[in-house]
Nanobody
């Protein structure tokens, strides 16, 4: 199982960024995909996820109404569209995969991780 996230960078306050996560090595229909983030000095927190079917999505409180999680038609790429970014969104964002149909919300229970990508939102 390999997860490769990309798309991080610098955004202005109120700006937008898109993250993507390329998935390989497993049957996408059997795994849920998600995004977590970890700000400096803080615990890793759940941001958003897509169910194994690709038809359901879930969001942490910080992402609701601003971020949209999706996957491409082939379901081998997970996407996170982030809008109305604020400095508090500054963190390393991690792509994750779970063997459950719906991603767990606790980072310590996630079985598969990609390398993180840094998102910095200027004030």
């Amino acid at each position: 199982v390999q997860l490769q996230a990309s798309g991080g960078g610098l955004a202005p306050n109120g700006g937008s960024l898109n993250l993507s996560c390329a998935i390989s090595g497993f049957n996408r229909d059997q795994y849920s995909m998600g995004w977590f983030r970890q700000a400096s000095g803080k615990a890793r927190e759940f941001v958003a996820s897509i169910g194994a079917s690709g038809r359901s999505s879930f969001y942490g409180d910080s992402a609701k109404g601003r971020f949209v999680a999706s996957s491409n038609g082939a379901k081998n790429t997970a996407l996170l569209q982030m809008t109305r970014l604020v400095p508090e969104d500054t963190a390393i964002y991690y792509c994750a995969a779970d063997t459950s149909p719906i991603m767990v919300f606790e980072a310590e229970r996630v079985p598969y991780w990609g390398k993180g990508t840094l998102v910095t939102v200027s004030s």
